[in-house]
C-alpha cells in the first residue's frame, strides 16, 4: 500500500501565508514526480505545481512567483509554500506522486485525500 498524506491547510487572510507538506509512505522504490493541484466544488482539478526527482520545477501561470514547491526525497515529501494568498487560491489542494513501488513495476500516479486552504478577503 502507498498512502500519500497532506498537511498544513487552514484559514489564512488574504496576503498571508501557509505551508503545506505532503509524506509519501509505504512500499516506494522511487518516485519520479511529486506535485500539487487544487479543485473548486463544481468545477475541475488543476494542476498548480510539479518538481522532478531532480529539482526542475513548473507552476500553473496564477501562482508563478507566489508559490514554491520543494521536496525532500530523503523523506519523501513534497511542500508548496503559498505566499501572497488571494481569496481565488481557496480549494481542497491535492497531493500526488508519480512513483514505482519495485523496482520491475510500472510507474503509477497516487494522490492524497486533500486539504482545504480558505483564504478570507
Known amino acids: 500500500q502507498v498512502q500519500l498524506v497532506e498537511s498544513g491547510g487552514g484559514l489564512v487572510q488574504a496576503g498571508g501565508s501557509l505551508r503545506l507538506s505532503c509524506v509519501a509512505s509505504?512500499?516506494?522504490?522511487?518516485?519520479?514526480?511529486m506535485g500539487w493541484h487544487r479543485q473548486v466544488p463544481g468545477k475541475q482539478r488543476e494542476p498548480v505545481a510539479a518538481?522532478?526527482?531532480?529539482?526542475?520545477?513548473n507552476y500553473e501561470d496564477s501562482v508563478k512567483g507566489r508559490f514554491i514547491i520543494s521536496r525532500d526525497n530523503a523523506k519523501n515529501t513534497v511542500y508548496l509554500q503559498m505566499n501572497s494568498l488571494k481569496p481565488e487560491d481557496t480549494a481542497v489542494y491535492y497531493c500526488?506522486?508519480?512513483?514505482?513501488?519495485?523496482?520491475?513495476?510500472?510507474?503509477?500516479?497516487?494522490w492524497g485525500k486533500g486539504t482545504l486552504v480558505t483564504v478570507s478577503s
Open positions: 509505504g512500499r516506494i522504490f522511487s518516485i519520479n514526480s
Open positions: 500526488n506522486a508519480n512513483l514505482r513501488r519495485s523496482s520491475g513495476s510500472i510507474i503509477l500516479d497516487y
Open positions: 518538481i522532478t526527482s531532480g529539482g526542475s520545477t
